[in-house]
Nanobody, 114 residues
């Protein structure tokens, strides 16, 4: 059984939006800062956005104000609202704790293409 279940990816045109979701266990969600990562084939996985346990968020430099990370404790879910998507954003997006404690889920594919 996967520890994280991501959804919400798809094929969009440049400039469009997507909202990604990540479901996990209540204990994981309540204990850890959570994050979204992305990885293209043959490339290293990189941090997209993180939401800290108390307050605060941080984003990769490439985000440039276009994405918003959020979490819903009542649903044990993490979200990533992605606006003004660019072709360079074509990747598999995955969630994990910020410290990457757990094994990775399957992720969700985001493809940005005209």
């Amino acid at each position: 059984q996967e520890h994280f279940v991501e959804s919400g990816g798809g094929l969009v045109h440049p400039g469009e939006s997507l909202r990604l979701s990540c479901a996990t266990t209540a204990s994981t969600f309540s204990q850890y800062s959570m994050a979204w990562y992305r990885q293209a084939p043959g490339k290293q996985r990189e941090l997209v956005a993180a939401i800290l346990s108390a307050t605060g968020t941080k984003y990769g430099d490439f985000v440039k104000g276009r994405f918003t990370i959020s979490r819903d404790y009542s649903k044990n879910s993490l979200y990533l609202q992605m606006n003004r998507l660019e072709p360079e954003g074509t990747d598999v997006y995955s969630c994990n704790t910020l410290s990457q404690v757990y094994s990775w889920g399957q992720g969700t594919q985001v493809t940005v293409s005209s």
